[in-house]
């Protein structure tokens, strides 16, 4: 999906000119994404675009734009004995994403492994292929961030098609680091003045940064070692299983395919976001639920995102946003989670 | 995107059971259509969804294909509503198959409790019509009841051919009166009727429960835990390794399974046997409503 650029241009760009790239992407009718406080949203009216590096990251994560929480793969029309199959035609419109946090822009780099492994996700890379990033360097923490302890951080040009730092008030760096990027800035070229690297780079180099929680290689090493650690225990017996956590991570990708007749003759099947805290995620229809508890759901989750994806992708399946620890109704926080792992004293909670 | 595929024939082969014979609605389909024994699809009833089975019939059988299906939830239940000339959705083939180039020249010993003589009739089917390509052949079947046996028909010809030896069995309390079979659980049945574990593939499908008293019986007459082939029979939906399901630590069971060896399910995590964490959880949560 992104491919590193040889060089690597920095440019200068005014908040004015942003704001007419971004006019003109909504006039040609692409759709244009900007982080609000629940949700990335589609803007129509660039005039009250408001960039803020600062902003606590949005309830939800953009993912739904690419991984829709419910989306047809197939319709079907029955007649007297047959059935009728109709494939989905999947929407193919450019989605331009403005101001896209770091962690939230390093999640489809994530994702598309499991989307590619063995078997190629069309719904999936259709929507990543016209996916433009343009991600925005991050001046907000709060206590549940922890980018800069799964391999990100605050000023992370990772799955950025274009990175901006702002400047000042009125002028924002703009690094073009895809090819991809780059085909999309070039007809703007006009708008673009050169950059200097030293002026930015003072910039990222003292933005405040979370304080690495945990080493995640430890924390896999851990989790290796300790399958059936009473650990699991205290946190199963505090999660309520809402899965609440699932739906706001930008790179939980669990899914569930169920069909919906809309008439007696006429159905369509869907695939909806689905999570593995739900105590029927695995329930057999006999009966036999191989994970019937929530403590072993909860290792699932927490084995899942950074034991097993690591050893089968390579990566680990967290961004650090922290989101699934802001929204969890029983403060169940995922760093503290982690970060406490080897410590005796304390239980998992 | 599924196949359509004609439902030819319906066998009943107990109250809850039930067997579809199949043919692609498209030619084309029906010819490139190939699978091994031990591979899965997706089956759907429109309207109600997908569910999982092996494909029940041997891969020599190549004019239709089987699935067999207890009666247990909302596709199933749909399912069998279904009749003759209706017409379903087959995903598939799914998974990985039983090594059968690897069993040759050597004994086979299958062993099914229930509905998990659905994978293992494959195999059997299948090898039997590669009979001299393996040696002696012992089947070992195990039902609730008389009524709840499935295959009635063929379990009749196995037990006629003289180069199988099949046992059937029936949990105590299920035989009839004119029961001439053995009665009493798979893994006391197995003791009594084990062929030597020298140079011998056992093949094993069952509820979990069974798998896990019959393993010790196997590793007590000596069967090595790597020529002990079994299925996990896990929840699925995309058969295609994305949905998060069916993976147990790093292997999705519809990509990397359904069929495991027993020494590659005790490397992985034991989220099937884990009664002790169990235990100790009840004993939590009894002390907590206790107060």
């Known amino acids: ?349 | 995107m599924p196949h359509t595929a004609e439902i030819k024939e319906i066998i009943d082969e107990s109250p809850d059971t039930r067997t579809f014979r199949l043919r692609f609605r498209d030619a084309d389909t029906a010819d490139r259509f190939e699978f091994k024994a031990g591979q899965f699809a997706e089956y759907s009833a429109f309207g109600d969804g997908e569910s999982t089975f092996c494909i029940a019939s041997s891969p020599t059988q190549k004019d239709y294909i089987e699935c067999s299906f207890k009666v247990y939830g909302k596709v199933t239940q749909s399912l069998r509503r279904l009749n003759k000339g209706d017409t379903i959705g087959i995903r598939g083939p799914y998974g990985n198959w039983f090594p059968l180039e690897e069993f040759k020249g050597k004994n086979l010993l299958f062993i099914a409790g229930g509905i998990g003589i659905a994978p293992v009739r494959c195999v059997i089917n299948n090898v039997l019509d590669l009979r001299d390509e393996f040696k002696d052949i012992t089947i070992i079947y195990g039902a609730r009841s008389v009524s709840d046996l499935i295959y009635k028909q063929e379990i009749k010809e196995w037990k006629a051919r003289r180069d199988i030896k099949t046992v059937i069995t029936v949990d105590p309390g299920g035989e009839t009166a004119s029961w001439d079979g053995e009665v009493g659980f798979v893994p006391a049945v197995l003791e009594k009727n084990a062929p030597e574990s020298e140079n011998t593939v056992v093949i094993l499908c069952g509820p979990p429960v069974m798998i896990k008293f019959t393993m010790p019986v196997l590793t007590g007459l000596g069967f090595k835990d790597e020529f002990v082939y079994t299925t996990l029979e896990n929840r699925m939906k995309c058969g295609l390794g994305k949905c998060g399901r069916c993976n147990i630590g790093n292997v999705y069971v519809c990509k990397d399974g359904p069929v495991f060896t027993y020494a590659e399910i005790k490397k992985l995590p034991q989220e099937f046997n884990n009664f002790k964490f169990q235990i100790a959880n009840y004993k939590l949560q009894i002390a907590f409503l206790k107060g």
């Open chain 1, 1 to 349: 999906m992104t491919q590193r650029s040889i060089q690597m241009d920095e440019k200068i760009i005014s908040r004015v000119d942003l704001l007419n790239i971004c006019q003109d992407v909504i006039e040609k009718g692409n759709t244009l994404l900007t982080p609000g406080v629940a949700d990335y949203s589609v803007v129509k009216d660039v005039s009250n675009l408001n960039l803020d590096a600062s902003a606590l990251p949005s309830k939800i994560s953009y993912k739904s734009y690419v991984f829709p929480r419910t989306e047809p793969v197939l319709y079907y029309k029955r007649s007297k004995n047959d059935v009728q199959l109709i494939d989905v035609n999947i929407d193919s419109k450019k989605i331009v994403i403005l101001g896209a946090k770091p962690c939230d822009a390093n999640s489809l780099n994530i994702m598309k492994h499991l989307f590619n492994w063995d078997y190629s996700d069309e719904f999936f890379n259709m929507r990543a292929k016209n996916f433009i990033v343009i991600g925005l360097m991050c001046s907000h923490f709060d206590e549940y961030c922890f980018c800069t302890s799964v391999g990100s951080s605050p000023v992370s040009e990772k799955g950025s098609d274009i990175f901006l730092i702002p400047l000042d008030e009125n002028n924002y760096a703009m690094k073009i680091i895809t090819d991809k990027g780059k085909e999309f800035i070039t007809p703007y070229s006009g708008y673009l003045k050169s950059g200097d690297e030293n002026r930015s780079k003072r910039i990222t180099e003292n933005v405040k940064q979370p304080d690495v929680a945990f080493d995640s290689s430890e924390v896999y090493k851990w989790l290796g070692e300790n399958f059936e650690s009473p650990k699991w225990e205290g946190v199963g017996n505090l999660c309520l299983s809402c899965a609440q956590c699932a739906f706001v991570c930008p790179v939980c990708h669990c899914f569930d395919i169920t069909d919906e007749d809309y008439s007696y003759t006429e159905g369509r099947r869907m695939k909806n976001w689905d999570g593995c805290q739900f105590g029927n995620f695995t329930l057999h229809a006999s009966g036999h639920n191989p994970r019937d508890i929530q403590s072993k759901r909860y290792r699932q989750r927490v084995n899942h995102k950074f034991r097993y994806y690591v050893n089968k992708f390579g990566e680990i399946l967290c961004t650090g946003c922290g989101r699934c620890s802001r929204g969890c109704p029983v403060s169940v926080d995922i760093k503290e989670i982690v970060s406490n792992c080897k410590n005796d004293q304390k239980e998992l909670r």
